[in-house]
């Protein structure tokens, strides 16, 4: 699977988005190793704790579902009727990436219709905290 049709199933994902407190929506589209795709989108909350980001959703549908070999994951986002802008994911994104994902092999694509762009984990979050599972 291209990157580009990875971005346009983040996009599709972000369809479903409920973000009534923030008006910013995003979709996320996790490839597994095997080929499967699990997307996820943000979905928020009025206490704001309890709102789940679109990468988070997608992760925890796949690793619920027996998933744990990830290649890449794409993140659109974006306000209310406004254009898609490059949306890297956030802090604690990034760490339960580490928690699922090999730092310098899995791949965070972000980007919007026109552009893409690919980082490594380990780009995003350097001297991540890795627990004792790895």
Do not use: W
């Amino acid at each position: 699977m291209t990157d580009r049709e990875l971005l346009d199933l983040a996009i599709e994902a972000r369809k479903y988005s409920y973000a009534p407190y923030s008006e910013f929506h995003v979709g996320a589209a996790l490839l597994t190793k095997s080929g499967k795709v699990y997307k996820g989108c943000n979905i928020e909350n009025a206490s704001f704790g309890a709102t789940n980001c679109a990468e988070r959703t997608a992760i925890f549908k796949a690793v619920s579902e027996g998933e744990g070999d990830f290649e890449a994951i794409a993140i659109v986002g974006g306000k209310d009727g406004k254009e898609l802008e490059l949306c890297p994911p956030c802090g604690i994104c990034r760490q339960v990436m580490t928690e699922f994902c090999d730092l310098d092999t899995f791949r965070i694509v972000l980007g919007d219709e026109h552009e893409e762009r690919s980082y490594t984990l380990t780009e995003l979050l350097p001297l991540s905290f890795e627990g004792m599972s790895k």
